[in-house]
């Protein structure tokens, strides 16, 4: 029974395609994140939301747009992917922003060709 | 701008000797600290965490160590086995922030 759920794993896909990425998490947490592993493997976080509402969107491009329809689900959608696109994107949920212990998903692989 | 540092990208240990990775950190306000451990192809996974008002935390072969003065923790795996082998992530957080991530140390353990 995964903790955190994200889908697909392995996402291969031509440039300027539209792509989602999907996470679920069963914790009953109230936030959750979208981290980026890019090829030097730095984690940085993406988004995160609290309750539906978005707390903190980092110096993305606003082509990468989070979705929450509920407390339990933070969907990852990107619009026109980018060659510089291609990474490992994780969700994760913890109880509270900042606190606790983070819990991450497997990882989607996104290559954009 | 990193924020917390991991400046050896590997490391390798005799099975059975003491493993030591470190971490530094810049931003004086983070006051919860993490570990974790990840495998290929998998999420990482949580490992311990130390908040800063205390200097040490144990659990099993795990301790890690807080010098908040240095701005610097470290995880000391004793004794090391070989399925510790994993890359491992030190992560920080001020609480109501968000966590921001090293970029990780590979540890191989040597059998």
């Known amino acids: 029974d995964t903790a955190v759920s994200q889908t697909p794993k392995y996402l291969v896909t031509q440039m300027g395609n539209d792509k989602s990425i999907k996470c679920e998490q069963n914790?009953?947490?109230?936030?959750m994140y979208w981290y980026k592993q890019d090829s030097k493997k730095f984690l940085k976080i993406m988004f995160s939301y609290n309750n539906k509402e978005l707390i903190i969107n980092e110096t993305v491009p606003n082509r990468f747009s989070p979705k929450s329809p509920d407390k339990a689900h933070l969907n990852l959608h990107i619009n026109s992917l980018e060659l510089g696109d291609s990474a490992v994107y994780f969700c994760?949920?913890?109880?509270?922003?900042?606190?606790?212990?983070?819990?991450f998903g497997q990882g989607t692989r996104l290559t954009v060709v | 701008d990193q924020q917390v540092k991991q400046n050896s990208p590997s490391l390798s240990v005799q099975e059975g000797r003491i493993s030591i990775l470190n971490c530094d950190y810049t931003?004086?306000?983070?006051?919860?600290f993490l570990w974790y451990k990840k495998y290929p192809a998998e999420g990482p996974t949580f490992l311990i965490s130390?908040?800063?008002?205390?200097d040490k935390n144990e659990d099993g072969r795990f301790t890690v160590f807080l010098n908040k003065s240095a701005k610097h923790l470290s995880l000391h795996i004793v004794p090391s086995q070989p399925g510790d082998s994993a890359v491992y992530f030190c992560?920080?957080?001020?609480?109501?922030?968000?966590?921001?991530f090293g970029t990780g140390t590979s540890l191989t353990v040597i059998p």
């Open positions: 931003n004086s306000m983070f006051d919860y």
């Open positions: 130390i908040s800063s008002i205390k």
């Open positions: 914790l009953g947490h109230d936030t």
């Open positions: 994760a949920s913890s109880q509270g922003q900042g606190a606790g212990e983070a819990f």
């Open positions: 992560a920080a957080s001020k609480t109501g922030n968000q966590f921001y």
